[in-house]
């Protein structure tokens, strides 16, 4: 393909223009005035934190990635033979390294037009876009830069039938309440002909989820303490992140994994671009991820309770990992 080709098959749209910096700013005042400080996931994936998360993915005790890759490498065919997509859209795409599995079986299918790449971090959209319309002669690729908690709206308009894929488990990064509103407003996008694909992390050994967000590289721990990186970036701040230890911990009662930095010493830390000091007690946390765990009942009774009928169920052999296939209902 020629360059000409190529650039004439991708669109890039930035839907974030500036307002990003407003919202970490909301975000981090909001957060941190708490009494119980925490602070938005999405912020951990600045063009580093995206570069740590994929060592995450290639880590031993990391198994979700693996998991999914198995499953989609066993059931893409049959999901794309199910939906008849013509287009691709994935929410969060990161990289799309397992995007690639739903793509070959579109082409191999004949039905492949269109992927959308929906990311917040702009890089990942801009490398992953470049990378595919390469890969898929022929294939459009449309780059969206955006929140997808914010910005579906600036999805283009579906012209084949749609599987909407989000995968990896990122769903699990929601609280409940903002899960219910995510999936409600993914449910109103979907057309009778269109799909959602989901990736769920499921309930286990608390032994592994633990050593899945806290391995023994300290990749996870990097990651983590990145997002004090980006307010010391972003907003001026002062933070040390040699006096904050990273925290994994399995919540059996929310089936949940928190991600926490603790503060190792008491201490203020100012942050400059929004007039705020900020105090940490010796040993006080700063919560900045949940990771839900699911069980097949909890994610049909979410989807129902979004407006969605889960029509396939598709999981690994020991039952870690699962992936759903979903349509309005
Ligand atoms: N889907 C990939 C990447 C998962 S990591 C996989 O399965 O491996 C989560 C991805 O979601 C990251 O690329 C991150 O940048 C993106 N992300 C997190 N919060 C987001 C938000 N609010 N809006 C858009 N993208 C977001
Ligand atoms: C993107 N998301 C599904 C990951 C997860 O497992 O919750 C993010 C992550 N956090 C720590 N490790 C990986």
Redesign the pocket.
Known sequence: MTDATAAAALTLHNALDGDESRTLAEDVRQGLARPFKEL???H??DTR??EL??QI?ELPEYY??RL?RSILERVAADVIAATAAGELV??????????RLLLDAMAAAGTLRRFVA????EQ?VRDSATELIQEYPGLEVHGLI??????LDYLPPAREPRLL??????IG?FPPAARLRFLTAVAELLRPADHLLI?TDLVKDRAVLEAAYDDSAGVTAAFNLNILHVLNRELGANFDPQSFTHVARFDEDEEWIEMRLRSDRAQTVALPAIAMDVSFAEGEELRTEVSAKFTRERVAVELEAAGLELLAWYTDPSDWFALSLARRA
Do not use: I, M, Q, W
């Not at 955006?146 to 910005?151: K, L, N």
């Open positions: 938005p996931p999405k951990l994936y934190g995206a998360f994929e993915c979700p990635t999914e994935e929410l969060g795409s990161g990289s799309a390294a397992k995007t929906v990311d917040v971090t990942a955006g929140d997808f908690e914010r910005h894929a989000f995968l990896g488990g990122t990064n990736g």
